[in-house]
């Protein structure tokens, strides 16, 4: 993926995480993760460095955290809310997606959607709007469901049983690689923790 740690940048912690907010977390992303580009997370495409047509999915919905944590929309959330800063700035939990599948994707849950209904040709992610379903390519699937489990677990949000169970499935059939783990290791660099699902729990 490229990821690679950078000398002499500051971080400052705030509870074993970065306490920056999000909009002061995304330049910090894009720099230390994904400099030269990368994958994206929904159709595995490469993209370059400042490619337009991508921006940062949260795979666990800030809309779910909004919600359970009671603060409003959004910008409310930003603007009352301590815990959904530093939630909605968890590296651990923010992958490049292409901009229009972020958007189609919205807050829905992941799951197995019945045929092969691709978003386009070439590209393995599947969307059900009735059941508010989207189905990744197997691939990332584990990478997936490890963000959604140590969100959960780390800031004890809820996930309802099925879908918990999906993703503990997820993880044990698409294990980490090497670039899930560079990844996490830069990421445990700048905030000061890294994911115990990617670490060997």
């Known amino acids: 993926m490229g990821a690679r740690?950078?000398?002499g940048l500051v971080v400052l912690l705030w509870g074993g995480l970065a306490s920056a907010d999000y909009l002061e977390t995304i330049?910090?992303?894009?720099r230390n993760l994904y400099p030269d580009g990368g994958t994206g997370l929904y159709c595995g495409k490469h993209f370059g460095a400042y490619d337009r047509r991508y921006n940062i999915e949260h795979v666990f919905p800030m809309g779910w955290v909004?919600?359970?944590?009671r603060c409003g929309d959004?910008?409310?959330?930003?603007?009352?809310?301590?815990?959904?800063?530093?939630?909605?700035?968890?590296?651990?939990n923010m992958y490049p997606a292409?901009?229009?599948?972020?958007?189609?994707?919205?807050s829905y849950a992941?799951?197995?959607i019945e045929g092969e209904r691709w978003v386009e040709r070439g590209c393995d992610f599947e969307l059900d709007h009735r059941r508010r379903r989207a189905e990744p390519r197997?691939?990332?699937?584990?990478?997936?469901a490890r963000a959604m489990l140590y969100m959960a677990d780390t800031y004890d949000l809820e996930l309802f049983r099925s879908q918990r169970?999906?993703?503990?499935?997820?993880?044990?059939?698409?294990?980490?690689d090497a670039a899930e783990r560079e990844r996490n290791r830069v990421i445990l660099h700048l905030q000061g923790r890294g994911n115990p699902w990617i670490e060997g729990r």
């Open 110 to 112: 992941y799951g197995i």
């Open 165 to 176: 169970e999906l993703l503990e499935r997820w993880h044990r059939t698409d294990l980490p």
């Open 66 to 69: 909004a919600r359970q944590l």
């Open 27 to 30: 330049p910090r992303f894009w």
């Open 138 to 144: 197997p691939v990332i699937r584990g990478d997936i």
């Open 98 to 106: 292409r901009k229009d599948l972020n958007r189609e994707r919205g």
């Open 74 to 92: 959004r910008d409310q959330c930003r603007r009352r809310s301590a815990l959904f800063n530093r939630i909605e700035s968890d590296m651990h």
């Open 5 to 7: 740690a950078r000398c």
